[in-house]
């Protein structure tokens, strides 16, 4: 039996003993993915964590998603394989700031993304995803003075398909920044047949060329039933192997960072989780997520106001 295949096997019987889930981002490395009970994004593993019956709930993902997952199943261990694993984004908008930008605007509705800290969605009216954020803005009054963090891309674009002018805070996420419109527009040159889909945090040039501007969740659909035979994705190559799995029949073609040391773009924190580093976290039920009661107990409310409008 080679190494993998023991890791594999190691895995799978460990979360038999521990009465563990395992749940996968999209943007986690494939032998990871492989072995996942549900993979998804953010939104729908938070839809998941919420209904599952097992003890263990183990967020292969990075820190605000295991965080999210605690605060909706308090009386489970979640677990996320390395502490390490953070977010870019939600490094750029710190609570205290966050809380001092609300002060500085009385009278706005706080729209977050959920790929913020726990204590920012405590601050929080209603938190979105990139797969409900228009649903979600759309269903506030049209009047409504609005403060949309931490991503400015998505706000912007947001803003574009809503008509609303929502106050945007400066933060980006450092994958979806570093995709460069010269390098797609090569991309698109030698394959002009294929349809570009992509992530809407990315910046608005690269969305105005896209056939396809959604969630990675959205991409994967789009994919699924397209009649297009080659693609250009402009997100986290994580994706790419459910995409090929799932259409084997079909080319995916990543699209490169504007400093491109390779052909595709990684998120550095998401993939610090490995199999190894899965196992281990099975085994020792550690390192597990905590948050503050008082902080989760205002930090439920927009969680939950985000899935009853999903």
């Not at 990139?130 to 649903?135: D, E, H, P």
């Not at 090929?244 to 595709?264: L, Q, V």
Request: charged share 25%; hydrophobic share 40%.
């Amino acid at each position: 039996m080679n190494v993998e295949n023991s890791l594999r096997d190691e895995v799978l019987r460990l979360k038999k003993e521990r009465d563990a889930v395992i749940l996968a981002h999209y943007y986690q490395q494939g032998e990871i993915q492989d072995v996942a009970d549900f993979i998804g994004d953010s939104l729908a593993l938070a839809q998941i964590a919420r209904t599952l019956p097992n003890k263990v709930i183990v967020m292969c993902g990075v820190h605000f998603m295991g965080e999210t997952a605690k605060i909706l199943c308090p009386d489970k261990t979640v677990l996320v394989p390395d502490p390490a694993a953070g977010c870019s984004l939600a490094d750029s908008c710190s609570a205290d700031e966050f809380e001092a930008f609300i002060k500085e605007h009385p009278g706005y509705t706080v729209v977050s993304y959920v790929n913020t800290s726990a204590a920012v969605k405590a601050l929080t009216d209603v938190v979105v995803t990139s797969s409900n954020a228009r649903k979600v803005v759309e269903s506030l009054p049209g009047d409504a003075k609005i403060i949309f963090g931490p991503d400015r891309n998505l706000g912007n674009y947001i803003n574009s398909v809503t008509g609303r002018e929502m106050l945007l805070w400066d933060g980006a996420c450092h994958v979806h920044e570093q995709f460069s419109l010269e390098k797609l527009l090569e991309l698109k040159k030698e394959y002009p047949d294929a349809l570009v889909l992509a992530h809407p945090e990315c910046k608005k040039p690269l969305l105005l060329v896209a056939d396809k501007v959604g969630s990675t969740k959205a991409l994967l659909d789009f994919a699924k039933t397209s009649e297009a035979k080659r693609f250009i994705v402009v997100t986290e190559s994580g994706i790419l192997h459910q995409m090929r799995k799932e259409c084997p029949d079909k080319e995916f073609i990543p699209a490169p960072p504007e400093e491109a040391g390779c052909a595709c773009n990684n998120c550095s924190f998401m993939k610090l989780n490995t199999m190894e580093k899965l196992r281990d976290c099975l085994r020792d039920l550690s390192p597990a997520i905590e948050v503050d009661p008082e902080i989760a107990a205002k930090a439920v409310r927009p969680i939950e106001r985000m899935l009853s409008l999903s």
